[in-house]
């Protein structure tokens, strides 16, 4: 047992308060006689030590002698070895008195060998002694006390037998002096009777019990010095478990300082740069190294298997990969479990006390023995089923001798990991592609579709983790080694290869993997008129500037064994032209849709029929495209999701032509069921523009933080990406949304347009136009209208976008409610001239789709265009524009035109119109989550029943039965309804409101109306 007087030294930082006051309660209680016992309990590192040093401070402040010591291991050796050592260490008063002061008079009574040593076995002889002695011991223990005494042991949990029996005599017994013991331990690790005690004395009332539960994040912060809502914090945290030792040794790592100069960086405001959690420092390492040089080599090499495993194992699991006999792992499993080195866990599982413990032990462990370690747990998690990316942890440390079932393993796990840890999954399909470049004379047919499966998936992982070049390379790569497959299996890798190579933002690569792929599969080159482009497309008009069809196949012959693998790539290309601002020809979508039907390829006529149909609904087409998607609908509810797996891009497409044509319901429909089977089948590169039609849908339907979240989750699947179209669509859904929510979306949205705005002036080349780029710009230009956002700014970027103020490159379906944001915008700036030309401009483009929700858009256009010179009509167009998107399903439109309806009709002096339309609204908004929207809906109830309370004043003159015709006239009822309501006749309702419109001064019902309303007479 090791000891000292008082310490001395820097204090540090007190992130434990609570148990701070505690101790130095019992402190100051020592001051007036009142003695107690203090457990401190805790897991190693908790703290227990830190705060025992402040009691310490705190004591020698007060002038109280302070006596301490800490246990060891190797003092379970010696009887009363903690008493005897630390009363020895108190020197005596004087000389004189060295053999006769009670601390060391104790200290050697209980050192005596004979104490305690010749007690005779019989159980109340032994009784008697030991008590006789107790008391003794108690007595001396308090004239040592004095005037005060602290005594504080530290790890008592190593305490020999006879010191844990004095204890238990003491907690029973208490030393009626100015006394105060403090005992730290580690309750895993301490002995039953030391335990049971404690718990005794703390029923009793004479132990009080300190428990050190790990740090929360608040006093996590106050520890390293950074802020609670920094990451950093968060990871260093979480890797520590709340742990103050292994907390301030991570945060030194990341400063690159010793861990014992961590809190002095906190406190002088330095946080982490960087942190790696895997490199522990090796002051965290020593102290669990000294615990294992006292074990066997049984019981090392089981905490040996536990670093490797580096999760919960059974008994089982950890002797077979320590290959150790199972009686001989249960016994250590028992002593490590008592030494607190493992710790049991649900179950019949044991994990290692500490996540950390296994990064900060495995360099530690010999090598030659842990890659034979490694490869007996992926042999036996392997049987018990565990998953991929546990045993792939385990083959990438020993990938000697792995054979092709390892590689299905392998890239098993990289597909689990590819979107939440892209570095692991390029690890690990590396390593599967150098295992198979050593396992040739394995089964020459499944090698070679092992490797092309790993290639492709490798450009996938690589493109995921922001490698874009190494990934675009892969995918080239991916395509040489399919040069010997058949044509339909070559036609559905070089589909994969270039639906990648677009969703990494190679657009070009992409249309040329598939013409090439096409003209190989069709065995003649395409003449010069297909080659060469024709009149250029634009979406929405005939034959606008800036795009060509890709190049046609439509007048080649294809022969029988060459369709499958041509419909593949045609579905493909188109697809992709579609996404990229070069939609499929007519022509191309009827060889395709004919050579589905022939072929009875079910899976491909949904893609072609929504194709179809998505160009048919931006084209303006709506009637064509009503059929054509209903057409597809039939088709693709009939076909089980094994059939769509290998195609959720079809699913997308038809998402959007049903969203376009209205139809929220079935959209949402189409657009979860593609983004599960995307993420079923590892099909990411589909996600973007399922889930960004998935919270589009979101945001119309009302689900305003879904759409929120979903707008997240595309923002984080291209974050690595160069996809503009997708980027700017999740940024607009998210202003949308967040615009009626909280606000925020309001300085997100003036972000988008500034940024759309630059992008389209300065970009050169001038970047590609798409439907997609173009939906997102006019939804960017809404959201900052609907929040007041700069008028300016959102005209420029409508008007850029559609080509001038006719927007005739616009999308058909786009223009009503472009058409409408810049009405609001103009109404706003004062141009009353410009607002109803743009209001006429939304009716001429509302008039052409006979869609309702369109209609409501040019509703809604001409409420602002007249809504501050006529605010009763403008408001009677919110409602019906309001009722146009209700029934279309899109709540949370309805609910915004309901809020401007009710301030316009307010504003008219309608007060009751106007109400029953913010009541509506305030209902709406909570179903939608619209917490802004219904705030602003309240706030304008409030100030009307104000005003109608106001109003009802006005009437106070009046007599009871004038007063109640005057409030039934005032809801617009006639005479001859009010004489029916009051059982009254039409003639005397007639002269009561006469002499009511005598007394108040009006002279007619609309002045009645508008007194009490609130806006007096006029």
Known sequence: MTGSRSGAGRRPRAVRPKERRRLLAALEALATGQGRIVEVRGDPGIGKTRLLGELTRQAARRGLPVVSGRCTESDRAVRFGVFSRLLSIQPPPSAEADRSSPGPLLATMLSTPGSG?????????????????????????????????????????????????????????????????????????????????????????????????????????????LATDDPRLWELHQASEGNPHYLLGLTALAHGLAPGRAELAADEGQGPEASDLDRPPSDLVSPVLAELAELDPACLHLVWAAVVLDEAFDVDTAAAVAALAIDPACAAVATLTARDLLVATDGAAYRLRHPLLARMLYPTVDPGWRRAAHRRAARILGLSGAPPAVLAAHIEHCPQGSGLDEVEVLAWAAEERLATAPPDAVRWLWLALRILADVDGEDPARVQGLRGEVSLGLARALGAAGQLAESLAQ?????????????TARADLASLCAMLAYSLGQHADSQAILTDEIDAAIGEPPG??????????????????????????????????????????????????????????????????????????????????????????????????????????????????????????????????????????????????????????GRDDTLPLLLGGLGAVYHRVGRLADARQTAAEVQHLIRNTRRGHHTNLAGAIEALAGVWIDG?????????????????????????????????????????ETDSG??????????????????????????????????????????????????????????????????????????????????????????????????????????????????????????????????????????????????????????????????????????????????????????????????????????????????????SRVALVRLVDGNGPR
């Open 528 to 681: 010069q008129l297909a080659h060469t482009p024709g009149a250029a497309h634009r979406p929405g008009a005939a034959h606008p500037p800036g795009a060509a069809h890709p190049p046609g196949a439509a007048g080649r012959p294809v022969r029988p064994q060459a369709r499958p693998a041509v419909i593949t790539l045609l579905l493909t290309r188109a697809a992709v032209g579609l996404l990229d601002g070069t939609p499929p020809s007519p022509d191309d979508l009827g060889l395709l849709l004919r050579l589905a039907r022939e072929q009875q390829d079910h899976t491909a006529e949904v893609g072609a029929l929504a194709l179809r149909g998505v160009v048919e609904a931006f084209g303006g087409d709506i009637p064509a495209a009503a059929t054509t998607v209903t057409a597809c609908i039939a088709i693709a509810d009939r076909l089980p999701d094994a059939e769509l797996a290998d195609h959720p891009e079809h699913l997308a497409l038809l998402g959007w032509a049903d969203s376009v044509l209205g139809r929220q319901l079935d959209a949402e429909r189409h657009f979860s069921r593609g983004a599960a089977l995307a993420r079923r089948t």
């Open 117 to 225: 040593a010749s007690w005779p076995d019989a159980g109340s002889a032994r009784r008697d002694a030991e008590g006789s002695l107790f008391d003794a011991a108690r007595l001396l223990l308090g004239r040592a006390a004095g005037d005060g005494l602290v005594l504080i042991v530290d790890d008592v949990h190593w305490a020999d037998e006879a010191s844990s029996a004095l204890i238990d005599h003491l907690v029973r017994w208490p030393v009626d002096a100015h006394l105060l013991l403090v005992l730290a331990h580690r309750p895993r690790q301490s002995p039953p009777r030391l335990l049971r005690s404690l718990a005794e004395g703390e029923e009793l009332g004479t132990v009080d019990r300190i428990d050190l539960p790990p740090l929360t994040l608040e006093q996590a912060a106050q520890l390293t010095g």
């Open 744 to 784: 925020h979306g309001s300085r997100r949205a003036a972000t988008l347009a500034e940024e759309a705005a630059i992008e389209r002036f300065t970009a050169r080349p001038t970047p590609r136009r798409s439907w997609w780029g173009d939906v997102a710009a006019i939804w960017t230009a809404y959201a900052a």
């Open 475 to 487: 995918i080239r790569q991916t395509l040489r080694l399919a040069a010997t497959l058949s044509a």
């Open 790 to 1003: 700069d008028p300016h700014r959102t005209m420029a970027l409508i008007l850029d976008t559609g080509g001038g103020e006719t927007l005739a490159e616009l999308s058909p379906v786009l223009r009503p409610m472009a058409f409408e944001a810049l009405t609001a915008a103009s109404e706003r700036l004062g141009d009353a001239s410009a607002a109803r030309r743009w209001a006429d401009g939304a009716e001429q483009a509302a008039e052409g789709l006979n869609l309702g929700y369109q209609r409501g858009h040019a509703l809604a256009a001409r409420a602002h265009a007249v809504r501050h010179a006529e605010p009763a009509a403008a408001g009677a167009l919110y409602q019906q524009a309001a009722d146009l998107f209700a029934a279309a399903g899109m709540l949370s439109l309805r609910t915004y035109l309901l809020v401007q309806g009710g301030l316009c009709l307010a504003a008219a002096g309608r007060t009751n119109p106007a109400a029953r339309q913010l009541a509506v609204a305030i209902e709406l908004a909570g179903r939608c989550g619209a917490h802004r929207l219904g705030a602003q809906a309240r706030a304008a109830l409030r100030a009307l029943d104000e005003r109608r309370s106001a109003g009802v004043d006005a009437l106070a003159g009046l007599t009871p039965r004038e007063r109640e015709i005057a409030l039934v006239a005032v809801g617009g009822k006639t005479s001859r309804q009010i004489a029916y309501d009051l059982r009254l006749s039409p003639r005397t309702v007639d002269a009561h409101l006469t002499r009511i419109y005598r007394k108040l001064g009006v002279s």
